[in-house]
């Protein structure tokens, strides 16, 4: 199928998006401040307000992994891309939007001593980001004309199977900080993603063992 839109469309479509992502991992470090006073401070105290903001460079490092693979994942998605439709607009938009508003909730973090419900805000958005980057993905591949050549069905599942870890982490993050507080997000976090981390392992099992069975032919559809 002949591709709707000019090559340069297609170009200044994903440059946009790139253009996005550098802002926000940008905005992110912005985002940091210091202890208040900490001009003021000794170093026992500056040491003792530095450990009560780990939690908070915790959400940073995260957040900014979190959006240096999407920005990974986004790019794959997109250098196969031979066209785009309106539909594909509107979700990379709606995922630029939450990609946008992750330095707020990071600002968020450090601007309230309030335990649950901050967490409960940035966690809840990584979950809605990483359901924006998988929607991305799905209607990407799942749409005729959109490729240059459509994946493997195996890669398909294997590639979903990636893209929903982010959303299932976080979103168990978002319901279990209703229930703890601030200081047991660490251990919270090695949960969470334990379990993310053994339920994909599953999912990659279970693709790779109907793949060798022969059950995995032809393309997604």
């Avoid at 990974?72 to 508003?101: G, K, W």
Wanted: neutral net charge; glycine residues 8%; contains cysteine.
């Amino acid at each position: 199928m002949s591709p709707s839109h000019a090559p340069k469309a297609v170009e200044r479509f994903i440059f946009f998006s790139d253009a996005v992502f550098a802002f926000s991992l940008t905005l992110l470090a912005a985002s940091l401040k210091l202890p208040p006073h900490a001009d003021r401070l000794s170093h026992a105290e500056l040491l003792a307000a530095l450990g009560e903001m780990v939690p908070v460079l915790t959400c940073y490092l995260i957040t900014f992994g979190v959006v240096a693979r999407l920005w990974a994942r986004h790019h794959r998605t997109f250098e196969r891309l031979h066209d785009y439709d309106d539909r594909l607009i509107l979700l990379n938009f709606v995922l630029l939007l939450f990609v946008s508003l992750e330095p707020f909730t990071i600002d968020l973090l450090m601007s309230t001593h309030s335990d649950n419900l901050p967490f409960g805000i940035y966690t809840g958005m990584l979950a809605l980001t990483g359901t924006a980057s998988f929607a991305v993905y799905w209607h990407s591949r799942r749409t005729p004309g959109l490729l240059g050549e459509a994946p493997s069905r195996e890669t398909f599942l294997r590639e979903c199977a990636g893209q929903l870890g982010l959303p299932l982490m976080t979103g168990l993050l978002c319901l279990a900080s209703f229930w703890f507080e601030r200081s047991d997000f660490l251990w919270c976090t090695a949960a969470a993603g334990g379990i993310t981390f053994g339920g994909k392992r599953v999912a990659l099992w279970a693709i790779e063992r109907t793949a060798r069975k022969g059950g995995l032919q032809g393309k997604p559809g």
